[in-house]
C-alpha cells in the first residue's frame, strides 16, 4: 500500500473525561474529514489526560514529526484547564497575558463576568497567533504548526474553520465501499490479489455481523476515481464468482471526502 | 490533583478506518471501565495506522511506561491485518504458525472453510498465550503485558472477558457528578478553592451549551465516598451562593464505576 505523499497531521485529545470514557470524542472525524479536504492526512490520534509533562511530551513529538498539529481540550477558564501553559512550557517561551486576547475578552465580557478565571483564558505563549470564534469568549491559537482549539465541538469547528487558510490544499483521498455477504476470511485471497494490482490504492477491509450473519465492507481509497472504479469492478467481480451477495454501494467522496 | 497510585495502563487502537473518521470507535470507554473495574487507570490511548512502523514504536514505548498495554484491531485474514506480526517484530521473536491456534481452527471451520487466509489468524510471535472467546475463530493473544484484541467491539469484550483474571484487583475510581447552569467562567475560582481543600480529589468541570444556555457538568473522582460527598457538597453550596440552577445529580459509581 503506497499511497503517493501527502501533508501530514496529528490530533492530540486531551482531558481526562475521554479516558474515563465519560465523554465520547466527536471531534476526530471532524478533523479529519477536514484535513482531507486541504489535502493533509491524518497520521495519529493521542489521547492523554491533562497533565503537564503528558502534554509536553505529545506536542514536541508530534510537532517535528508531522506537518500540523491539532489539540482539542483544556483552554478554559478551570484550575484543570492548563493546555495552554503546557504549550508555553513546550516552546521553552513564557506563559503570559495576550494584549489581543485582553481586548477580545473585554469585549466579549462585562466588567462584574470577566474575573480572574475568565482572564486566565488571555494568557497564552508569547508569540502565539490569535485564532478567533463568533461562538465563544475562550480564545484559541496557533504556535508554530500547533493548532491549540476548544474540546466543545461545535466551538472547535468554528475556530477550525477560521484558519483553514493556514492548511493550505492538496489532493484529497477518495473512496469508494462496497458492502457484501460473505465474511472476511472468504474475500480475503481474492482481496489481495486486487491490492497487489493497485499498489497506488489503499484496500480496507472492515467485518460486520447483522442479526447474526457476517459480511464485510471493502472500502478503496485513493487519489484517482478511474483507478479506484477499476479495483472496485475486481472486487464485485470476485464477490459474485465467490456467490456472495452485494448489498450496498457508495461513492462516499461525494459527501464526505475521506473515509 | 494528586490521587493514589494505581496500576496503568494504555490503549492502542489500531486501524486506518479510524483515522479516516469512517468508523468512531467504541472499544475506548468499554476498556476505561473494564479496567477501573480492576483497579487500573487507562492513562492514554493512541489511534494508529494498519503500519509496522507505527504499530512497532507505539507498542515498545507504551509495554515499558505503562502495567498493562490493550491493542485493538487488525487480528483478522486479510492483507490490512498486521498486528500480530508486528507484535512479533516488537519483540523481536519469530512469527509463526500456534500450534494450540491452528488445532482451534480447525475445530472452528470446515476444511474448505479453512483456506490459506483463515489458517494466517493462527500466526503469532513464538511464546504467545492464546485468548480464546466462543463469538469467532479469529485467535486473540497476549504477550508479557500486551494483550491483542479484535476491534469488532462485542468480540473484543468477550476477549477481555477471558482473560480478565489477568487484570488483578485494586481499587476502583469512584465518582459523582453535578449539573448546574452557569457557564465555567463563573464557577472556576470557587472549584479551584474546593479542589485545593481536597488534594486526594479529581475535580473536573466540563461545559455545555443547551438551547442557548451554558452550563457546566462537575465531575469529582476519587477513592473515598465521604470525601466525594463533602467535595460535592462543598460545590452545590457554591453553586447555590452564585445563584446558579442545580439540575442534575449523579452517583454515577452506582452503574459504571469510572466516569
Known amino acids: 500500500?503506497?499511497?503517493?505523499?501527502?501533508?501530514?497531521a496529528a490530533l492530540i485529545i486531551i482531558g481526562n473525561e475521554i479516558l474515563s470514557g465519560r465523554t465520547q470524542d466527536k471531534n476526530l472525524a471532524y478533523v479529519a474529514t477536514f484535513l482531507n479536504q486541504h489535502g493533509i492526512r491524518l497520521m495519529e490520534s493521542r489521547m492523554i489526560l491533562d497533565d503537564f509533562d503528558e502534554?509536553?511530551?505529545?506536542?514536541?513529538?508530534?510537532?517535528?514529526?508531522?506537518?500540523?498539529?491539532?489539540?482539542?481540550?483544556g483552554i478554559g477558564p478551570t484550575h484543570d484547564d492548563i493546555t495552554p501553559e503546557a504549550i508555553a512550557r513546550a516552546f521553552g517561551v513564557p506563559?503570559?497575558?495576550?494584549?489581543?486576547?485582553?481586548?477580545?475578552?473585554?469585549?466579549?465580557?462585562?466588567?462584574?463576568?470577566?474575573?480572574?478565571?475568565?482572564?486566565?483564558?488571555?494568557?497564552?505563549?508569547?508569540?502565539?497567533?490569535?485564532?478567533r470564534t463568533p461562538l465563544s469568549g475562550a480564545p484559541a491559537f496557533a504556535y508554530e504548526n500547533v493548532y491549540i482549539l476548544a474540546g466543545v465541538p461545535k466551538i472547535m469547528q468554528s475556530m477550525l474553520d477560521s484558519?483553514?487558510?493556514?492548511?493550505?490544499?492538496?489532493?484529497?483521498?477518495?473512496?469508494?465501499?462496497?458492502?457484501?455477504l460473505l465474511p472476511e476470511g472468504n474475500v480475503a485471497e481474492g482481496l489481495t490479489k486486487i491490492?497487489?494490482?493497485?499498489?497506488?490504492?489503499?484496500?480496507?477491509?472492515?467485518?460486520?455481523?447483522?442479526?447474526?450473519?457476517?459480511?464485510?465492507?471493502?472500502?478503496t481509497r485513493g487519489f484517482s476515481y478511474p483507478e479506484i472504479d477499476k479495483a472496485c469492478d475486481e472486487i464485485k467481480?470476485?464477490?459474485?464468482?465467490?456467490?456472495?451477495?452485494?448489498?450496498?454501494?457508495?461513492n462516499i467522496h461525494e459527501n464526505c471526502p475521506y473515509h
Chains 1, 2 share one sequence.
Request: hydrophobic residues 35%; proline residues 6%.
Open 195 to 219: 491490492q497487489e494490482n493497485h499498489p497506488h490504492l489503499e484496500i480496507g477491509s472492515y467485518p460486520f455481523s447483522r442479526e447474526g450473519i457476517w459480511g464485510t465492507v471493502l472500502v
Open 95 to 131: 506563559y503570559e497575558y495576550h494584549p489581543e486576547s485582553v481586548i477580545e475578552l473585554k469585549k466579549h465580557y462585562t466588567p462584574e463576568m470577566l474575573n480572574e478565571a475568565r482572564m486566565k483564558m488571555a494568557k497564552m505563549p508569547r508569540g502565539a497567533r490569535l485564532i
Open 163 to 180: 484558519v483553514k487558510e493556514e492548511f493550505g490544499s492538496g489532493p484529497s483521498l477518495l473512496s469508494r465501499s462496497i458492502t457484501c
Open 237 to 250: 467481480t470476485m464477490v459474485t464468482s465467490l456467490g456472495g451477495q452485494l448489498i450496498e454501494e457508495q
Open 55 to 73: 502534554i509536553i511530551e505529545a506536542v514536541n513529538t508530534l510537532r517535528k514529526r508531522y506537518d500540523f498539529v491539532i489539540t482539542t481540550g
Open 1 to 8: 500500500m503506497t499511497l503517493p505523499k501527502q501533508r501530514t
